[in-house]
């Protein structure tokens, strides 16, 4: 089996889950549909897991090529500009297959026990398998306009399974907010990708790459000396394509959909917004870096402070946040602006490289605890029916399993080592540590606070106020079916366990192996402040107490910024409503009805006035009409016999 | 035929014709209206008759159009006069005046 | 005065003058049988053109037939005694202007005009040769129109009956 | 020898001799006139007593046997009371098309009478489409009867007129196609020529069957469309008192009375001339003394016997067969007569394209 049909055969057998689960599923197949849609997945994985062996282990050469195993030109614009449809096999590509089939089978595991049940079961996992179909089809694009098609089905996907439970408002509210604040960042992205295909001249990414970072080549001139608001093409280009990417990533200040979207189904959340799509948004940018690194340093330092920024503050505000769905979206989001800025404080090619490995390392090893905590918080809800910590507490000894993973989970995203997190976070430190000091303390801070919400996440799930009665009067299940559990279980051996593959010698910026030194020197203060973060939870949350309301007390006016977001949705709301609304819509409606529509309507009026003058000629009398007839043809006859004379 | 110029007979079917364009402008009654169409075609046939036989007498096409055109009046006096049937039964009215819900 | 021309003014103030009854009087049966006279007149103006063909064709469909349909829809539609509504006013001299301005057009159309003979073949109308002309295979003969108006009569005939059938009362 | 054609072609003759041209036309015309009007009457005469007599044959009883030798004269005396009889209007009748049926249906028998051959060349006027003519202007007596029904004023005239004109609408259509049978045969309208297609043989003993398939196709309309019995309902007595001639009486009743032999009668001579030859005496082919045996009795006696013979026919139906209900009448024209006689046409005219019937 070559590497291209095997590919081929990964990404379309959840798209034959989907067609198959969505025109039959409800009908026919309702009973099976769980274990269909497994069970193909299933198959991608295996596959994925045996290309990414083949692709890394196999492979003789010291250097691991970009390789288009399959390509087909679907619609030519011009000479050489042409959409695409084509496999890219590359590391960053390989290692996405395997992390999106690996969480995505876990989740389709997992929902077998989770959504078991739900009347629109066969429905649901033909939208996982379409989610998981086009997430497979964007990692593997070969063109940035394949990359685009893929991305707005991920879009529709995650529309679809957000706005799941489409019987509450809010759910329906929080789809389409997704919807429309992701929309919106994707529109920057088509601009972008129509300004990057326009001076490249081509969509196809491997030329694209290579003309816009061949030193002296005239494409990457001509992009670089055109300029607009004071930048170049090629930067509002990038920029742009960022914005996509930020879009789907949740970077400030487009992240507002993404605690929203917690809405949807919990093993939903897990795939999507934690460990898949919101992802997509860094391996654009990855997928696009030598570009940025090479050509166009300035848009880097923006996708920097961006990450920055959002690490930060989704931090803070995980810190306030009740809902525990809602504390892991902003540690979602704070993770990923970890990736983001590792990307920027990153070189291209050698030892400088270290930034986008440690980025990718973080990525990989983020998806297994994240998903773990999402599906771990799954089924804390599962047992108590509420997303609010308040109603939890005392869970350990009636959840055993849940609460080891859990654990596990907190410590590997916390930083400890050994678990995976640990490692791919010390990398982004180090890396951050050599290109930029300020950048190295906020996440230094950032790393403290990660360890501090999460911790007080989980005390207050499992420690805190010992066993509420709320949760006693309904136990008729346990802990969950063992679909729930193995996944959870596995989840953790990753989350454990994933730190020590050497990532290096498989994710590089350029494709070269590379060592990465492990520096003590380094890793110790993360971990003191990591550790430090703990305790402060542990002390805060360990048992219930009034210290946390002391201190929220004490920094009122910042706690109550911190839980309201900061007001970001305030000022979006502020910013639509207000400005643009009452300053632009409404006159502009006001012009519409009465300018554009007047002058129609006024014409049609004018129109109506006049064939109520002539109307009284259509008497509906059938004489009336032989009498006009008559009178004409005798009048044209007539009229015909003078001219011709 | 010699006595009489050919143009009197033309001026009787036209007169005819008009008689009958005036019966179907004013007559109200539906059927009444039919008989004075009935008039106006026969006034054709006449013409079709009179030019053939005194201008063209060496083919009888003008005869054969006589006979698909009566053919054809006979069709459509049945067509006519089932319509005018199943208005009155509809509306147990076939004056034309009133006959104008289309318009409506 | 010839027999013939007296014959011919006779018939031709005979036919006008049941026309114009035909259009002006009051009762519509009387309507119908001025139309039979009117009709019967035309046919005898055959017999006088020689074309006996023509008037035996003309009696047989027009008086048989469509006269006879006439009268029983009159009779379907409960027509028979009261007086037609007298048309309105407007459209009457409206109609009447026209048909008469119309009228004396044409007939000065008519009396400038020189008809010139075609031909002088004697005018044969023989039953077989209108059969010829009707049916013959020759480019000259009718078959093609007679066709159609056979056609045309069949549909007619079917569309007749439709329109004029009494709709089924639902059965259950 | 002295025969009706010598008699006509010395009178033609004489006229023109003494008149010139176009009032020898007129007086003819007018000699005509009378001629077809005195044979009406004698044959309204003739029949009436012949129906009676024959009725009483039927039911065994002897008939008007008073007035006059065997009761001769009395249907003279029947007519001369009806003339004496005041002609009743009835109220709220059109008085003008009241009077007007009777001769609208009178005048259309008699004009049928033109192009009948009652001998050997006499005949009022050989018309080129001589049977397409009989059945063109025997169609206008029906508007005589629709004419008499309406303007009654009185419902059973109405559906008297309304069922009679349905009927012999009806069977015009059967009659028509019959007639076409012996006209395609034959190869012409004329009169005359039908005659003289029989010289060797009348077509009804020729030994076609399609021919005598429409013979009688031909004997039952002519008996529905004179409105006799079985087909009398039009003026069945029990259901509508006397169909469209109720509200009639004294003159106009008996013209419409008259009338309706009158059309018995030409029914009676179409039939004769038709499928018996008219006037033609009986042939047979190479017995050539038989032949010139029957050329001896007159040509007129011929004509007059075979039509008498199917009046004859006709009247014995009327004694011998019940009446029809207005649904199996009009179910016997057009569910069986009609596509009989049809298909009986298209077999003739396929005998007549194989050349089978010289």
């Not at chain 1, 959840?399 to 490692?423: D, E, R, Y």
């Not at chain 1, 679909?483 to 990753?494: C, E, F, T």
């Not at chain 3, 309105?88 to 202007?97: D, Q, V």
């Not at chain 4, 009668?265 to 033609?280: E, N």
Request: net charge neutral; aromatic share 14%.
């Amino acid at each position: 089996m070559t590497l291209a049909n095997n590919i081929l055969l990964i990404v379309l057998l959840p798209l034959c889950s989907f067609l198959l689960l969505g025109i039959f599923g409800r009908k026919y197949l309702s009973s099976f549909s769980g274990m269909i849609g497994t069970t193909s997945l299933f198959v991608s994985t295996i596959l994925s897991v045996q290309t990414a062996f083949q692709y890394f282990f196999l492979n003789v050469s010291e250097h691991f090529e970009k390789i288009v195993a399959w390509k087909m030109t679907w619609l030519t614009f011009s000479e050489g500009v042409s959409i695409d449809m084509g496999i890219l096999v590359d590391p960053i590509s390989v290692m996405m297959l395997v992390v999106v089939t690996v969480v995505s089978l876990m989740v389709h595991v997992y929902s077998l026990g989770y959504m078991k049940g739900e009347e629109r079961f066969a429905t649901y996992y033909s939208f996982l398998s379409l989610f998981t179909f086009s997430m497979l089809g964007l990692v593997i694009a070969v063109n940035i306009f394949q990359i685009y098609m893929f991305w707005e089905l991920v879009g529709v996907s995650s529309f679809l399974l957000i706005g799941y439970y489409f019987e509450k408002p809010s759910a329906v509210a929080a789809s389409k907010k997704a919807f429309i604040v992701t929309r919106f960042a994707d529109l920057g992205f088509l601009i972008g990708i129509l300004i990057l295909g326009f001076e490249a001249k081509t969509l196809d990414f491997v030329a694209l790459i290579e003309r816009l970072t061949t030193y002296n080549s005239p494409y990457l001139i001509s992009a670089t000396t055109a300029s607009f608001l004071g930048a170049s093409a090629l930067t509002w280009g990038l920029l742009l394509v960022f914005m996509g990417g930020a879009g789907k990533s949740a970077m400030f200040p487009l992240h507002i959909w993404l605690p929203d979207a917690m809405e949807g189904p919990t093993p939903v959340s897990a795939l999507i917004h934690a460990a898949t799509m919101v992802v997509a948004g860094v391996f654009l940018v990855a997928r696009l870096f030598p570009i940025f690194s090479i050509s166009c340093p300035v848009a880097l330092e923006v996708v920097m402070w961006t990450g920055v920024i959002s690490a930060l503050f989704a931090a803070i505000i995980a810190c306030t946040q009740t809902d525990i769905k809602r504390v892991l979206a902003y540690s979602t989001m704070s993770q990923i602006g970890y990736m983001m800025f590792a990307l920027c404080v990153s070189g291209y090619g050698g030892e400088a490289g270290l930034g986008f490995t440690a980025s990718m390392f973080h990525l990989f090893t983020h998806a297994f605890f994240k998903a773990l905590l999402f599906l771990g918080a799954g089924a804390v809800i599962h047992y108590i029916h509420s997303n609010e910590m308040k109603d939890m507490g005392g869970l350990r000894k009636s959840m055993p399993v849940t609460h080891i993973t859990f654990l596990i989970a907190c410590l590997a995203i916390a930083g400890i080592p050994p678990f995976a997190g640990f490692f791919s976070k010390e990398e982004i430190l180090t890396a951050a540590h050599h290109a930029n000091p300020i950048v190295y303390y906020i996440a230094l801070l950032t790393a403290g606070i990660t360890a501090f919400y999460m911790f007080r996440l989980y005390y207050n799930i499992f420690w805190s106020k010992e066993a509420k009665a709320a949760h006693h009067d309904d136990h008729h299940h346990g802990e969950g079916t063992w679909s729930m559990k193995i996944p959870l279980l596995i989840l953790s051996v990753g989350a454990i366990l994933a730190g020590f593959i050497p990532f290096g010698n498989f994710v590089s910026s350029d494709g070269h192996h590379l060592h990465i030194p492990f520096e003590l020197s380094a890793a110790i203060l993360p971990v003191i402040i990591a550790v430090g973060g703990i305790g402060l939870a542990t002390l805060f949350y360990k048992n219930e107490n009034e210290r946390p309301n002391k201190l929220a007390a004490s920094l009122q006016g910042f706690y109550n910024a911190a839980y309201r977001k900061f007001y970001i949705d305030e000022l979006y709301l502020f910013i639509t409503k207000k400005i643009i609304f009452n300053l632009i819509a409404q006159p502009a409606a006001w012009l519409d009805k009465n300018i554009v529509d007047g002058s129609m309507n006024g014409i049609a009026s004018l129109i109506e006035w006049k064939a109520n003058m002539i109307k009284s000629f259509q008497s509906g009398k059938v004489q009336d009409y032989a009498l006009y007839f008559f009178i004409a043809a005798f009048g044209i006859t007539a009229l015909a016999i003078y001219l011709v004379n | 035929m010699s006595e009489i110029p050919f143009e009197h007979i033309i001026f009787l079917s036209t007169a005819l014709f008009f008689i009958g364009a005036y019966g179907f402008l004013t007559r109200r009654n539906m059927i009444a209206m039919l008989m004075a169409l009935e008039l106006m075609l026969n006034s054709v046939n006449i013409n079709f008759i009179a030019f053939n036989k005194y201008l063209f007498p060496d083919t009888i096409d003008g005869l054969g159009f006589t006979i698909f055109i009566i053919a054809i009046a006979a069709a459509e006096a049945a067509v006519a006069i089932a319509i005018i049937i199943n208005l009155f039964r509809n509306t147990k009215n076939i004056d034309a005046e009133k006959a104008d819900h289309l318009k409506h | 005065m010839s027999a013939s021309a007296t014959a011919f003014y006779l018939m031709a103030a005979f036919i006008l003058t049941t026309g114009i009854l035909t259009v002006t009087t009051k009762k519509l049966f009387r309507a119908a049988i001025w139309l039979l006279f009117s009709l019967i007149g035309i046919a005898a103006l055959y017999f006088w053109m020689e074309v006996e063909f023509a008037a035996a064709v003309q009696v047989i469909v027009y008086v048989g037939g469509i006269v006879v349909l006439i009268i029983f829809s009159i009779f379907l539609t409960n027509q028979e005694g009261v007086n037609m509504p007298s048309a309105l006013t407007k459209r009457s001299l409206f109609a009447g202007l026209a048909v008469v301005s119309a009228a004396a057009y044409t007939c000065l159309l008519l009396s400038n005009h020189y008809w010139m003979k075609g031909s002088d073949v004697v005018f044969d109308p023989s039953v077989n040769k209108i059969g010829r002309l009707l049916v013959a295979n020759t480019p000259e003969s009718f078959v093609l129109p007679f066709e159609l108006v056979s056609v045309l009569l069949l549909a007619a005939m079917v569309g007749c009956i439709v329109i004029a059938m009494k709709a089924k009362p639902e059965t259950k | 020898m002295i025969s009706l054609e010598g008699l006509t072609t010395l009178l033609q003759a004489w006229l023109h001799d003494t008149l010139g041209e176009p009032w020898a036309f007129a007086a003819q015309s007018v000699l005509v006139g009378i001629a077809a009007i005195t044979l009406f009457a004698v044959l309204g005469l003739a029949l009436v007593y012949m129906e009676r007599k024959v009725a009483a044959l039927m039911q065994i009883r002897l008939g008007p046997n008073r007035v006059g030798p065997k009761g001769i004269f009395q249907t003279s005396a029947d007519t001369l009371k009806l003339v004496m009889k005041e002609g009743l209007t009835p109220n709220g009748a059109d008085k003008f098309l009241f009077n007007l049926a009777p001769f609208m249906v009178m005048i259309a028998a008699m004009l049928v009478l033109a192009p009948i051959a009652f001998a050997r060349n006499f005949q009022i006027w050989d018309l080129s489409i001589g049977v397409l003519y009989v059945a063109a202007i025997s169609s206008v007596a029906v508007i005589g009867i629709l004419m008499a029904g309406w303007s009654s004023n009185n419902k059973y005239s109405l559906l008297g007129a309304m069922r009679s004109a349905a009927q012999i609408v009806s069977y015009e259509l059967s009659a028509g196609l019959s007639i076409l049978a012996i006209v395609i045969l034959t190869g012409s309208l004329r009169i005359s020529d039908i005659i003289n297609s029989q010289a060797d043989g009348w077509w009804i003993i020729k030994g076609h069957i399609p021919v005598l398939i429409a013979f009688i196709v031909f004997l039952i309309a002519v008996t529905a469309e004179t409105n006799r019995a079985p087909f009398d309902l039009a003026e069945a007595e029990s259901e509508l008192t006397a169909g469209f001639h109720t509200e009639y009486s004294g003159m106009k009743f008996a013209l419409f009375f008259l009338a309706e032999y009158i059309n018995i009668f030409i029914g009676c001579a179409i039939g004769a001339t038709l499928f018996f030859g008219g006037w033609m005496p009986f042939h047979i082919s190479g017995w050539d003394s038989f032949n010139h045996v029957m050329d001896f009795i007159p040509s007129s006696l011929w004509f007059f016997g075979k039509t008498m013979f199917l009046i004859f026919l006709i009247m014995w139906f009327r004694w011998t067969f019940p009446r029809l209900r207005i649904d199996q009448l009009l179910n016997l024209e057009w569910k069986y007569l009609l596509p009989i006689s049809m298909v009986n046409l298209l077999i003739v005219t396929f005998m007549a394209i194989m050349g089978w019937h010289l």
